[in-house]
């Protein structure tokens, strides 16, 4: 966590001090400056003071208004010098949870953090929209330069697309021409890209549009996809609920990720408990019906041919393929397997 030269707490509780009783109430009450973690509703300080909500709200924007224009908050330049300067190192422009989260160990200090970057004036906050999440900033050329280029990257990406970190540094480092340079390092632009509403990072590090396959992870069919995608070739059900283990951290049992890799379409059955993903290729269906396939598509096949073709979609026995070659579906005519509706 990046050191922060104030104790936004010691800052605040000055700064509410220049305030009237009731102003410095309200304030304290919405930011939670009282060590509370979250702050109390315009209703709840309304139904305390028996005022309108509106009332409230506007007694908060003047006592706000009021310690920017006062002596107080000269007093305490030095301290929102220190703050901007921490912003600017860390790219001039942040998500307001990586701000908050980076800056702040623990809740209560991050409502103090809040209410100094609304009180400060150096400080401009961007609300939510569809491209971007909540976002700070403290240049605003710079923070129009980082979101033109990451409108780039979006209108760029595919929605079925999933890439490497390393990659998508690199296509949003492309797009910054009108950046300065100072702040073209690959760890700033990983913080720009968290200021994405398009985007989105998964547990492997990978990026993607919030829809392509394999990005939002929500339950244990997503993870067990990721974990399936990463060992790259077919899995066991318990292998898979290990693997979900190692690689998140996260509790999985056996019979649970069975259960949920059986509902999921983006998985097939390949064997016994044995799944593979369907976006490489795999048919979903029992044996029969993928011998079938198979010779719709490739015409009268040999046993061995039929077997071997089988084996790249299944993992059984041999006897298995051979057992479902009797199926009344097939004939057989001289030394070759085919449909028998053909």
Request: aromatic content about 6%.
């Amino acid at each position: 966590m990046p050191k922060l030269a104030i104790k936004p707490s010691q800052i605040s509780k000055r700064l509410v001090q220049a305030l009237p009783e009731r102003a410095r109430d309200v304030i304290v009450s919405r930011y939670g400056l009282s060590g509370k973690n979250r702050g109390e509703t315009l209703d709840a300080i309304g139904k305390r003071y028996n005022i309108t909500r509106e009332r409230v709200r506007q007694i908060e924007n003047h006592a706000i208004k009021a310690l920017q224009d006062s002596p107080a908050l000269e007093k305490e330049s030095a301290s929102f010098q220190a703050l901007e300067s921490a912003i600017r190192d860390m790219g001039g422009i942040l998500p307001e949870h990586t701000l908050l989260s980076e800056f702040a160990k623990d809740d209560e200090t991050r409502n103090h953090l809040y209410f100094l970057l609304v009180v400060g004036k150096p400080f401009i906050m961007a609300k939510e929209t569809d491209d971007f999440k909540t976002r700070w900033y403290v240049d605003t050329d710079l923070a129009k330069s980082v979101e033109d280029a990451l409108k780039q990257v979006h209108g760029s990406v595919k929605s079925t697309d999933v890439l490497s970190e390393e990659k998508m540094v690199d296509h949003v480092m492309t797009c910054l021409s009108r950046v300065n340079t100072k702040y073209k390092s690959k760890d700033t632009v990983r913080r720009w890209l968290e200021l994405s509403a398009c985007l989105m990072r998964n547990p492997l590090g990978e990026w993607g549009r919030v829809s392509a396959p394999g990005i939002k992870v929500k339950n244990i069919r997503d993870h067990a996809y990721l974990a399936l995608k990463r060992h790259g070739s077919p899995m066991h059900f318990r292998e898979v609920a290990k693997a979900i283990e190692k690689l998140f951290g996260k509790g999985a049992h056996e019979a649970t990720t069975h259960n949920e890799l059986i509902k999921d379409d983006r998985f097939v059955l390949v064997g016994r408990g044995i799944y593979a993903l369907k976006e490489w290729g795999y048919r979903a269906g029992p044996v029969v019906e993928i011998i079938k396939h198979i010779l719709k598509e490739a015409g009268a096949l040999t046993k061995d041919e039929i077997m071997k073709r089988v084996g790249k979609e299944r993992y059984v026995k041999p006897n298995t393929i051979i057992v479902n070659l009797q199926n009344p579906a097939f004939v057989k005519v001289k030394g070759k397997y085919a449909l028998k509706n053909a």
